[in-house]
């Protein structure tokens, strides 16, 4: 990989710079990965959103080349023709499915590939121009091998190198290979990161995809235990509603009875042999809103919500009631984890466009956070958390989590977790409908 995209990038030094002018050159629009905003077309040197002839002093997050900026910060760009390769190139790097990264000699950012986006959790638009240290923390071994690279030339791969995300404060272990692209001006570096993924935390990998056949035969028999009693619950909450009479008593009851019924559902669902009607075009926040009516009618007060939202999310397909029951699970599960819990006991629910690779297409998702403050995982169930009946809680059930894996795998997403004492977060991944891409 690292060679072709030297290739692409091949080493010329531009002549003096001139302010303001750019050749015809675009690239068809690709999503950054971090937003509803699209990338805009692609410039002769890798600038964004520039046509010919267009100023474009104001752009301040494009990948440019360091030498395209004078000491001012104003954007200069060198007016030559853009060759077909260099187009073809970029083409080539947005479609790869390894995250690459194009460093100047001062590991500034001068260009991220969508799957660099992805991994980073940063825009094209953020990141150019920033210095690598700004992206991740704890980089420190990280940098010292991209100066010696740049240095010594070779090449210096980084196995299982943990690194901290700026943007999400989250670890990620990554294997990093970093090889010097000899440009003819100071040189440039190329940073391929990939992800490694934590064995048995992944819900949409392929071994929890086969136990999954296997739980939900399990999850059918409890939901048949649990559809007897609710009929009972549901009808003296009715005759409760009858006999209380006060305002008060009938918008509980109400709940009850409305609680009642879509449980009911869930359950026929859950026995049911086939899918469940997916087709509902569903507001992600009045998901989230509902069920945090929910958990403060039964815990009110014990915790601090706080929210985090992307007011512009598209909607998903799917079903209301069976992802308002799989994200109460999500969340019962964080509240449940502050009990006990000194200080301030704290949950935050984020909501975000994302991109990942679902059913071997990329896609892109609503991605759903609850990341809470308490203890963490016991790191002796994290490989099983989600099979049927493991439980860290002595009156645990073990049965929450499982059933909202079931949902969300049911709508072509993802679900998965990172762990570490004072920061917890499942993360629910949905596809956005017709975000298909090849």
């Known amino acids: 990989m690292s060679d072709a995209v030297q290739s692409m990038f091949g080493g010329r030094k531009p002549d003096q710079p001139v302010k303001r002018v750019l050749p015809q050159c675009r690239q068809q629009q690709e999503p950054t990965g971090t937003g509803p905003m699209e990338r805009p ?8 959103g520039l046509q010919a002839g267009e100023d474009d002093t104001e ?18 760009v060198q007016p030559r023709p853009c060759p077909p390769m260099l187009e073809d190139a970029f083409k080539i790097l947005q479609q790869q499915s390894t995250s690459i990264t194009l460093l100047d000699g001062d590991l500034t950012v001068v260009y991220l590939n969508e799957s660099a986006e992805s991994l980073l959790n940063t825009s094209l638009r953020r990141a150019g121009g920033q210095p690598l240290t700004r992206l991740v923390r704890g980089g420190k071994q990280l940098s010292d091998a991209c100066r010696r690279v740049l240095r010594e030339g070779g090449q210096i791969r980084l196995r299982n190198h943990e690194l901290l995300l700026f943007s999400t404060t989250m670890e990620k272990h990554m294997d990093c290979v970093i090889n010097r692209m000899d440009d003819g ?11 490694i993924e934590p ?18 035969a399990v999850i059918r028999g409890v939901a048949h235990e649990i559809r007897n ?3 009972g619950i549901r009808g003296a909450a009715q005759l409760l509603a009858e006999e209380a009479g006060s305002e008060a008593f009938s918008e509980y009851t109400g709940i009850i009875i409305q609680e009642a019924d879509r449980l009911t559902e869930l359950v026929n669902r859950m026995q049911a042999s086939t899918r469940a009607d ?3 075009q569903v507001n992600i926040h009045r998901v989230v809103e509902h069920v945090r009516q929910l958990l403060n009618a039964e815990v009110e007060g014990s915790y601090r919500l706080l929210q985090d939202y992307d007011p512009s999310l598209p909607r998903v397909r799917g079903n209301r009631d069976l992802l308002i029951q799989a994200l109460l699970n999500v969340m019962r599960n964080a509240v449940e984890a502050l009990e006990g819990q000194p200080g301030e006991r704290r949950i935050v629910v984020r909501t975000r466009i994302d991109y990942m690779a679902l059913a071997g297409c990329r896609r892109q998702v609503v991605r759903v956070e609850v990341v809470d403050n308490g203890p963490g995982v016991d790191p002796d169930i994290e490989s099983r958390i989600f099979d049927p009946m493991v439980t860290g809680k002595a009156d645990g059930t073990g049965l ?5 894996a079931e949902i969300i795998t049911q709508h072509g997403g993802a679900l998965d977790f990172a762990s570490k004492p004072g920061e917890t977060a499942f993360r629910l991944f949905l596809p956005v409908d017709g975000a298909l891409q090849h």
């Not at 048995?200 to 739980?215: I, P, T, W, Y």
């Not at 929450?400 to 909202?404: N, R, S, V």
């Open 229 to 231: 009693p609710l009929g």
């Open 278 to 280: 997916l087709d509902e």
């Open 199 to 216: 064995s048995g935390k992944l819900v949409r990998d392929a071994e929890f995809l086969q136990r999954q056949q296997s739980n939900q």
């Open 400 to 404: 929450g989590l499982p059933i909202a």
């Open 185 to 195: 001006h100071g040189g440039r570096l190329i940073l391929e990161m990939t992800e």
């Open 41 to 48: 077309p692609m410039g002769a040197v890798g600038i964004p």
């Open 59 to 76: 752009s301040r997050s494009a990948p440019v080349p360091a030498e395209a900026f004078d000491l001012n910060g104003t954007v200069m």
